[in-house]
């Protein structure tokens, strides 16, 4: 607990911001000046500062040494993030955040971001029908959206201008911009001349940045759908692949089904299958030496299941899960995909998560899914464009949660220096702007506004998981509900009436009867008077 409070300080003092280029500082002025501090229109200052949210400041990156992996210096944009493209940005005060401070830090709300909200992260397959076409809704407009606020780089700091004359940036829509970051900070480094790059480097996987990145990347692409679709309730939902034998949301009612005609192929009745993916093809990028452009390069491919059975023996299981949370270990030795008893590296998937080891030639844990996919999102650089890829990471993030909760690790275990380029503690996340530092999210994202239904306590989970559901349909056939209520009320009222007027009817020929019929009566009491019986008189 004494570790999440201190981080949740340090997210206080650093405040929060968004990714990628923001759209008022990609031109040359802002490449000329290396300042990215956008006025907040709330009063017309930079970073808010008139409001007291933010300021503009220096960018002091972190001078501890990374690890022999990448034996070079200041080639490559990614280097001492963000210093090729920035020098000054926005920092955030209190819970402010956005990358004018115009926004607020994650998990808060509000004009003044003094609210906090913990939203709940649910399983997709127990999610209502509407809830799913919602889902699914929110990914294709964003899909076919343009980003507001940020644009991606087309060219290297270096082809900009040494005083930015020739800005390289493109819009591009919500979707890609983050298959493009995805893209970006995996990508392999230019080192000059066509083909000539260094492979062995990764900002954001095979190291201890690999699930503080995607934790953020989750948060920020949560963020942008809420500003998009304007639902402030909307989460991602996450697929528990545990003891799966097949791709169960692979239907066209969730995520797509299988093409009939051509099995790498997204089925027609999906809206998936109109969807064109980007940053596929490295090896034309390298032989170019240049980057993705965020142009689309053909359809979104999948054929779960048809995978190299050498490489993925099967998909992870209940009890690789519980193996892995309970290691102890963040990291070890090397720090990188030849680490031994790692709770990273077995949980990425380079490592047995029977026995701890790592292995070459297998992928487990993590990386079996996404070779199980066996298409787009088989390819690291470009396997954000299946949206699998959310579902999956989403659970992904729940077992790193599970493991924080189960060590409550101090911030100490996370590698302070010596990890590869970008993995440090204090390395910021590359392509993230303004900043944020790895070991800020080495926390519980209690501290972040969001939790798993998985993970609550049982009553909150049946909340969760049962009674919300049922009450979601309950409320998309509502106005059914009340008509046939209404309806249900007329009929009833009407056989009520029917039955009340029958019964008065009934009873006042009964009372005919009875008159018409009194004379004849008497003899019968008299002859009972007569047979020595009790007799008794009546007065009609």
């Known amino acids: 607990m004494r570790s999440l409070c201190v981080s949740v300080v340090l997210l206080q003092i650093l405040g929060s911001c ?65 210093l090729a ?103 392999d480094a230019f080192l000059g001349g066509p083909g000539n790059v260094w492979r062995d480097i990764d900002f954001a996987h095979e190291s201890s940045a690999f699930l503080p990145w995607h934790r953020v990347y989750l948060l920020h692409w949560e963020n942008e759908i809420r500003k998009l679709t304007g639902d402030f309730n909307f989460t991602i939902p996450y697929w528990d692949w545990r003891d799966a034998q097949t791709c169960e949301v692979c239907t066209d009612a969730l995520m797509g089904g299988r093409n009939s005609l051509n099995p790498n192929l997204i089925s027609p009745a999906s809206i998936f299958s109109s969807w064109k993916v980007i940053c596929t093809q490295p090896e034309e990028y390298n032989n170019r030496e240049a980057l993705c452009n965020g142009t689309g390069e053909g359809p979104l491919l999948r054929n779960p299941g048809n995978h190299d059975p050498n490489r993925v023996a099967r998909l992870p299981t209940t009890a690789d899960v519980d ?154 056939i509502w106005q059914w509900l009340l008509g046939a209520g209404l309806l249900g009320a007329v009929i009833a009222a009407i056989i009520a009436a029917v039955i009340v007027v029958a019964r008065r009817k009934w009873k006042r020929s009964q009372r005919r009867k009875r008159a018409s019929s009194y004379g004849e009566r008497q003899p019968l009491l008299q002859s009972s008077s007569e047979d020595g019986s009790a007799s008794y008189q009546t007065n009609l």
């Not at 501090?37 to 409001?51: F, N, Q, R």
């Not at 780089?153 to 800005?167: H, I, K």
């Not at 996919?373 to 077992?399: E, K």
């Open 85 to 187: 493209f920035f020098n000054r940005t926005c920092r955030c005060a209190g819970n402010y955040g956005g990358f004018n401070c115009g926004e607020c830090r994650f998990g808060y709300w509000g004009s003044n971001c003094a609210e906090y909200r913990e939203s709940v992260r649910r399983n997709i397959l127990t999610l209502s029908t509407s809830e799913q076409q919602k889902f699914l809704s929110y990914l294709n407009l964003a899909k076919n959206t343009v980003s507001r606020d940020y644009v991606i780089s087309t060219g290297t700091r270096a082809e900009m201008g040494e005083n930015g004359e020739n800005p390289m940036f493109s819009d591009i829509n919500t979707y890609d911009l983050f298959v493009w970051m995805h893209y970006y900070v995996s990508r």
């Open 323 to 476: 193996f892995v949370v309970g290691l102890p270990e963040y990291e070890t030795g090397p720090m990188d995909r030849f680490a031994n008893m790692s709770f990273r590296n077995v949980l990425e998937g380079f490592a047995s998560p029977t026995t701890g080891m790592a292995i070459l030639g297998q992928s487990t844990m993590h990386n079996a899914l996404h070779l199980f996919m066996n298409g787009s999102m088989s390819s690291v650089q470009g396997s954000a464009n299946d949206p699998i890829f959310l579902l999956h990471h989403a659970f992904i993030d729940s077992i790193f949660e599970r493991w924080l909760r189960t060590h409550e690790p101090p911030r100490t275990l996370y590698p302070q220096s010596n990890a590869p380029i970008g993995h440090n503690d204090g390395y910021y996340m590359v392509p993230f702007l303004p900043l944020y530092r790895n070991g800020d999210y080495f926390l519980s994202n209690k501290a972040l506004g969001y939790e798993y239904a998985y993970l609550l306590d049982p009553g909150q989970r049946f909340v969760q998981e049962f009674l919300t559901p049922y009450l979601e349909q309950a409320q998309e």
């Open 18 to 82: 968004m990714c990628q280029f923001p759209r008022p500082c990609a031109n040359s002025e802002g490449l000329r000046t290396k300042e990215c501090c956008p006025v907040w229109e709330g009063d017309g200052s930079a970073c808010g500062a008139l409001s007291g949210r933010g300021f503009c400041a220096e960018v002091v990156v972190s001078e501890e040494p990374h690890g022999p992996q990448y034996p070079h210096s200041g080639i490559d944009d990614r280097e001492r993030w963000p």
